[in-house]
T-cell receptor, first 113, second 116 residues
Framework: GENVEQHPSTLSVQEGDSAVIKCTYS??????FPWYKQELGKGPQLIID?????GEKKDQRIAVTLNKTAKHFSLHITETQPEDSAVYFC????????????FGKGTHLIIQP | ETGVTQTPRHLVMGMTNKKSLKCEQH?????MYWYKQSAKKPLELMFV???????ENNSVPSRFSPECPNSSHLFLHLHTLQPEDSALYLC???????????????FGPGTRLTVL
């Protein structure tokens, strides 16, 4: 089955700086790579996703890149703000996610004021 | 609000108890999922229901028994649990289209389960 590794487990950055979280996956058949943000007491919420036929996607301060050859994908957050503090999860899936998602262990992002 | 609700939000039970977790989605989706979130493990997929039929069972112990009576409701029946089953149980839904395209999963807030 699919295996997703995520690094780092904790990331502390100064407000206004950029944050990068990296993930690798094992199954070359995976074709859908979402990123979720989880705040305390809440369920994960999708913030951005990328499909295997795209190399990069951007939505305001958030961007995701995908390297299919190396089987890794990354989340980039620019101009970080205090409300970006949360746990971020990457995930991978075949069949567009219909059969469920395989998640990484999560990154606790801390934005220092 | 994501359109996926879960009850109860917190549950404490003994190892000999029987309880059920409930999930309801108000998004018109046709696929629902149960995930387990433990402190030191990634989110683990437990069960997938698509069009009210179970399509995935990731070697989950039989003390967890899912039920999907219709496309809007999903239950997880619990019996004879162990302390290591204490975790956050998350429900999600998506519009599973066949052949599959790319389907965002919407998560509920979860049920925090403690087994004594």
């Amino acid at each position: 089955g699919e295996n997703v590794e995520q690094h780092p487990s904790t990331l502390s950055v100064q407000e206004g700086d950029s944050a990068v979280i990296k993930c690798t996956y094992s199954d070359s058949a995976s074709n859908y790579f979402p990123w979720y943000k989880q705040e305390l007491g809440k369920g994960p919420q999708l913030i951005i996703d990328i499909r295997s036929n795209v190399g990069e996607k951007k939505d305001q301060r958030i961007a995701v890149t995908l390297n299919k050859t190396a089987k890794h994908f990354s989340l980039h957050i620019t101009e970080t703000q205090p409300e970006d503090s949360a746990v971020y999860f990457c995930a991978a899936s075949m069949r567009g996610g219909a059969d469920g998602l395989t998640f990484g262990k999560g990154t606790h992002l801390i934005i220092q004021p | 609000e994501t359109g996926v609700t879960q009850t109860p939000r917190h549950l404490v039970m003994g190892m000999t108890n029987k309880k059920s977790l409930k999930c309801e989605q108000h998004l018109g989706h046709n696929a629902m999922y149960w995930y387990k979130q433990s402190a030191k493990k990634p989110l683990e997929l437990m069960f997938v229901y698509s069009l009210e039929e179970r399509v995935e069972n990731n070697s989950v112990p039989s003390r967890f028994s899912p039920e999907c009576p219709n496309s809007s409701h999903l239950f997880l029946h619990l019996h004879t649990l162990q302390p290591e089953d204490s975790a956050l149980y998350l429900c999600a839904s998506s519009q599973a289209i066949f052949p599959p395209t790319y389907n965002e999963q919407f998560f509920g807030p979860g049920t925090r389960l403690t087994v004594l």
